[in-house]
T-cell receptor
Framework: DSGVTQTPKHLITATGQRVTLRCSPR?????VYWYQQSLDQGLQFLIQ???????AKGNILERFSAQQFPDLHSELNLSSLELGDSALYFC????????????FGSGTRLTVV | SQELEQSPQSLIVQEGKNLTINCTSS?????LYWYKQKYGEGLIFLMM?????EEKSHEKITAKLDEKKQQSSLHITASQPSHAGIYLC??????????????FGQGTILTVHP
């Protein structure tokens, strides 16, 4: 157990639907990162939050949004899902917002059918 | 083309053999991170290299950073089946407000036969 908890582990949903992925960072970590891993694109940075504020944004689609709550857990919302959104979505956390030796969660595998 | 190119893409070795994985950047490196991933699982942080010429070791894994060549290498001595997995290098990029976000290479799949 890495200390970063992601739920659910697996998710199967239909095109056009909306889902929410949840992440609880390791105790004491203020920074949360979301990454998407797919066979064709590899591991891609989506977005980073630090202590509740958005810190950096990657190639995150407009259909995707995220937030970090006062208790530091984070949620990634994916809407109007397409087949191409099927991927592994990872959350990672770190104490510092500028040092990337993070701890990764085990991921949420999203399948869009 | 990828910002970070890893070579080889896959590697099959016999237990006990040494091996090297390379990661070459097309842009200036401001540090380099190595992670290991078991298939379908989360990534495990291995090492962070911050300065040119820096070399770090953990158990039988050694990583080096050559800033001039914009390249890092990961060397495993006397490989074991437990070393099998996908090795990914990641680099922070200049600009923006965070050096915490990483661009990753495509990964090197390592298989170790007993």
């Amino acid at each position: 157990d890495s200390g970063v908890t992601q739920t659910p582990k697996h998710l199967i949903t239909a095109t056009g639907q909306r889902v929410t992925l949840r992440c609880s960072p390791r105790s004491g970590d203020l920074s949360v990162y979301w990454y998407q891993q797919s066979l064709d694109q590899g591991l891609q940075f989506l977005i980073q939050y630090y202590n509740g504020e958005e810190r950096a944004k990657g190639n995150i689609l407009e259909r995707f949004s995220a937030q970090q709550f006062p208790d530091l857990h984070s949620e990634l919302n994916l809407s109007s899902l397409e087949l191409g959104d099927s991927a592994l979505y990872f959350c990672a956390s770190s104490a510092s917002p500028d040092v990337a030796g993070y701890t990764f969660g085990s991921g949420t595998r999203l399948t869009v059918v | 083309s990828q910002e970070l190119e890893q070579s080889p893409q896959s590697l099959i070795v016999q237990e006990g053999k040494n091996l090297t994985i390379n990661c070459t950047s097309s842009k200036t490196l401001y540090g380099l991170y190595w992670y290991k991933q078991k298939y379908g699982e989360g990534l495990i942080f291995l090492m962070m290299l911050q300065k040119g010429g820096e070399e770090k070791s953990h158990e039988k894994i050694t990583a080096k950073l050559d800033e001039k060549k914009q390249q890092s290498s990961l060397h495993i001595t006397a490989s074991q089946p437990s070393h099998a997995g996908i090795y990914l290098c990641g680099a922070p990029r200049a600009g923006g407000t965070s050096y915490g976000k990483l661009t990753f290479g495509q990964g090197t799949i390592l298989t170790v036969h007993p």
